[in-house]
């Protein structure tokens, strides 16, 4: 069965502060990676995915992830962040061939402040 | 073009009622998952159908729990003889592809159902 640790429940930044979130899975075989990002009020919305191919994949609003097979990780990273990133953070796997849901992490609440 | 739609948004059931949630997903989407997601926790998957064929329902949590999807388009999840454990959002996704290739799962804003 797979799992997902995401490191980091709550975290606390400044606008403008480097931003890297923790993921790490357990499953031996192929995976598919993705992480979605829940705003207040608003409904899971994917930010990035990896299938294949290069490890380091960029998603919307400046965010990327890079995914490194030996760690079992795929962390979540973007340089500077802004206000408007304050959500919950939700890293999830899925099995290569696609069929299954979704495995997700417990989710990373960010806050941003001005 | 609509993304998925659930309904009720909320819903209030005393402990021992039942209850059904409603998911329409996009239109010609194949795939369709339901996920339970309990306060402070991930989405955790139930099921999933493609087109009519429930192909998986090993999370499905006890077999007061129960889902159809009968025309392959709107489904529906019961859960009879509710409990307090099931107090949850309950989030339905759906995809354009069946199980040959993976796909993104585009979510609905979830039921949110308190049992009392």
């Known amino acids: 069965a797979q799992s997902v640790s995401q490191h980091n429940h709550h975290v606390i930044l400044s606008e403008a502060a480097s931003l890297e979130l923790g993921c790490n899975y357990s499953y031996g075989g192929t995976v598919n990676l993705f992480w979605y990002v829940q705003y207040p009020g608003q409904h899971l919305q994917l930010l990035l995915k990896?299938?294949?191919?290069?490890?380091l994949v960029k998603g919307i609003k400046g965010f990327e992830a890079e995914f490194i097979k030996s760690k079992f990780s795929f962390n979540l990273r973007k340089p500077s962040v802004q206000w408007s990133d304050t959500a919950e953070y939700f890293c999830?796997?899925?099995?290569?061939?696609?069929?299954?849901?979704?495995?997700f992490g417990k989710g990373t609440h960010l806050i941003i402040q001005p | 073009g609509a993304g998925v739609s659930q309904s009720p948004r909320y819903k209030v059931a005393k402990r021992g009622q039942d209850v059904a949630l409603r998911c329409d997903p996009i239109?010609?989407?194949?795939?369709l998952f339901w996920y339970q997601q309990a306060l402070g926790q991930g989405p955790e998957f139930l099921t999933y159908f493609q087109n009519e064929a429930q192909l998986d329902k090993s999370g499905l949590p006890s077999d007061r729990f129960f889902a159809e999807r009968p025309e392959g388009s709107v489904s529906t999840l019961k859960i009879q003889r509710t409990q307090q454990e099931d107090s949850a959002v309950y989030l339905c996704?759906?995809?354009?592809?069946?199980?040959?290739?993976?796909?993104?799962?585009?979510f609905g804003p979830g039921t949110r159902l308190t049992v009392l």
């Open positions: 999830a796997v899925n099995a290569g061939g696609g069929a299954d849901g979704l495995t």
């Open positions: 239109s010609g989407h194949v795939s």
């Open positions: 990896y299938f294949s191919g290069d490890p």
């Open positions: 996704a759906s995809s354009p592809r069946g199980a040959s290739s993976y796909n993104e799962q585009f």
